[in-house]
């Protein structure tokens, strides 16, 4: 049984991870916290700095804006018991990190992420949401709006079907060293 869920959110799967949240929070009587972190100097941005860097980051500010606007307008809809918390992300930390972190300073039982496809041409890059699964003690559930996923569960919720899939950090095995 969770008592707080943190969610997090942002531009991208902002919907599936909030929906499916807000469904879990309803389903428990749970907390809800709802989280942005906010990348100040996305790799666009500083790779825009030679045409207008102010432009790409006021961008980026009314991205937040608007993220934060959506997350608390159906938090709000919803009525579940629950914030909304913007920051922005620390110089040389990673997504993953950040998030796991948050759900240990805020006490989080279950921590609902988005997943995307990885992009190929960033192949340096981990999934975020294998990032959170990895360091975090938590439980992770990891929802997308992806069709055909066939090793998926279904779930539904008011707002739209779901797919999601289920991650138990805590119940990993330790690595042989």
Not at 53 to 75: K, N, P, W, Y
Not at 97 to 111: G, H, K, P, T
Request: net charge positive.
């Amino acid at each position: 049984m969770q008592k707080h869920i943190l969610v997090a959110v942002g531009p991208g799967l902002s919907h599936a991870a909030l929906t499916l949240g807000i469904a879990r929070a309803r389903e428990f009587n749970a907390r809800l916290t709802a989280l942005h972190i906010v990348d100040r100097m996305p790799f666009w941005a500083v790779s825009s700095a030679q045409y207008d860097l102010g432009a790409a980051l006021a961008h980026v500010d009314r991205l937040a804006r608007e993220v934060e606007r959506h997350t608390l307008q159906t938090m709000r809809a919803s009525d579940v018991d629950g914030v909304c918390v913007t920051m922005d992300l620390p110089m040389r930390a990673t997504l993953g990190r950040v998030i796991a972190q948050a759900a240990r300073e805020f006490d989080a039982d279950l921590i609902v992420i988005g997943r995307a496809k990885g992009a190929h041409w960033r192949f340096w890059e981990e999934r975020v949401s294998d990032a959170v699964s990895r360091h975090s003690n938590r439980r992770v559930l990891i929802a997308s709006n992806r069709a055909g996923d066939d090793d998926e569960a279904l779930a539904e919720t008011k707002a739209t079907p779901l797919r999601f899939t289920i991650v138990d950090s805590s119940q990993r095995n330790a690595a042989p060293s």
